[in-house]
């Protein structure tokens, strides 16, 4: 049974900066490219960031670039994400996704999702 957990989320100042983690098991991690989405109360869900199998290239959303960095550790099964100058905006709950065949931003090309950690930026 494919599992990714979340962790790393909680409460954070604005300008602040938290680092996730999502633990995968289930799966052979290294065929799989991860994602991060978020979702805020009342909006639709966002795609984040996104990184290949190898670790090599990453992707962004538009809101996030230059201060996210996506980042995996095939050796651990993990991906994190690295949030710095962290703006209320970013209020949301992160999930985690796995996909195969050809990287995307878009949600439906992701096979796995996490349950997702909460994420609250303070002003």
């Known amino acids: 049974q494919v599992q990714l957990v979340e962790s790393g989320g909680g409460l954070v100042q604005v300008g602040g900066s938290l680092r996730l983690s999502c633990a995968a098991s289930?799966?052979?991690?290294?065929?799989?490219?991860m994602g991060w989405f978020r979702q805020a109360p009342g909006k639709e869900r966002e795609f984040v960031a996104t990184v290949t199998r190898s670790g090599i290239m990453t992707y962004y959303g538009d809101s996030v670039k230059g201060r996210f960095t996506i980042s995996i550790d095939n050796a651990k099964n993990t991906v994190y994400l690295q949030m710095n100058s962290l703006k209320p905006e970013d209020t949301a709950v992160y999930s985690c996704?796995?996909?195969?065949?050809?990287?995307?931003?878009?949600?439906?090309?992701?096979?796995?999702w996490g349950q997702g950690t909460q994420v609250t930026v303070s002003s």
């Open positions: 996704a796995a996909g195969r065949g050809a990287v995307g931003t878009g949600a439906a090309m992701y096979d796995y």
């Open positions: 289930g799966l052979t991690f290294s065929n799989y490219y």
